[in-house]
């Protein structure tokens, strides 16, 4: 949301909607979009306070993804936004690295197990097993009491 997203940035509700308008061609649909009146409704009826805060706005709301979480970011002129920006290329950047070392073993891992014979299957196996991605659990939500 918008206003969440301004508040990660360090600028006014406002200024960000403003950066949005004026860079419209950065923001196309699948990065940024409007929210209906009945879907802030929505969202208001997840609220338990009847707080003014949360009230239907005169203006609409944007939602972002990631893409135009990223954007916005980068149309920001906060240094708040622009440390964002710079953090998110870089875990791009690792992630990309992280991958390519993964499929730079996996192919050494194949060579080697065309090269060696099927003696060697079991431990191909096993350090392939080893190269899949956990599953983690998901953390449980809600309260729990310690008694």
């Known amino acids: 949301m918008d206003a ?34 009945q879907e802030v409704r929505n969202i208001r009826s997840q609220i338990v306070t009847g707080s003014q805060h949360h009230r239907i706005p005169q203006h609409l709301p944007y939602a972002f993804t990631e893409h135009g979480a990223l954007m916005a970011a980068n149309v920001l002129r906060s240094s708040r936004a622009v440390q964002m920006s710079v953090y998110v290329v870089r875990a791009f950047v690792r992630q990309r690295h992280i991958l390519t070392s993964q499929t730079d073993l996996a192919r050494k891992l194949e060579e080697l197990e065309k090269k060696y014979d099927a003696q060697f299957k079991v431990v191909f196996d096993a350090i392939r097993q080893l190269m899949q991605p956990t599953e983690k659990e998901p953390h449980p939500i809600g309260f729990r009491s310690k008694s």
């Open 4 to 37: 969440d997203l301004a508040r990660l940035y360090g600028v006014e509700t406002k200024v960000l909607n403003q950066a949005v308008k004026r860079n419209e061609e950065r923001f196309p649909a699948d990065f940024a979009f409007r929210l209906t009146r």
